[in-house]
């Protein structure tokens, strides 16, 4: 059975940085991708960056681009996301996700396995 396990969510101030951990079990991944999401409240789950695991190839909305780095170490089967410049905005519950066959995804449905989710909240 896959788990995902998100850790490093917190509060921060504007313009502070977090760094988010997203460890796998169950299964080493080898191909596809993973991938974050955000979801604020009253609001839609919201992709934020994914990136392959044979390669690392990354993508990124615009809304992050520049200010978020997704990163993988293969070998302990766990991904990364580094905040920088955080904002109020990007206050959310942060949640991690792969998927074992695509690549380049920003469409929460592709995913196949999804962490719990934790918490990033970013003051003015």
């Known amino acids: 059975q896959v788990q995902l396990v998100e850790s490093g969510g917190g509060l921060v101030q504007a313009g502070g940085s977090l760094r988010l951990s997203c460890a796998a079990s169950?299964?080493?991944?080898?191909?596809?991708?993973m991938g974050w999401f955000r979801q604020a409240p009253g609001k839609e789950r919201e992709f934020v960056a994914s990136i392959t695991w044979a390669g690392g190839l990354t993508y990124y909305p615009d809304s992050v681009k520049g200010r978020f780095t997704i990163s993988r170490n293969n070998a302990k089967n766990t991904g990364y996301l580094q905040m920088n410049s955080l904002k109020p905005e990007d206050t959310a519950v942060y949640y991690c996700a792969a998927v074992r066959l695509k690549i380049g995804s920003s469409r929460s449905d592709d995913y196949e396995y999804w962490g719990q989710g934790t918490q990033v909240t970013v003051s003015a």
């Open positions: 169950g299964r080493t991944f080898s191909s596809g991708s």
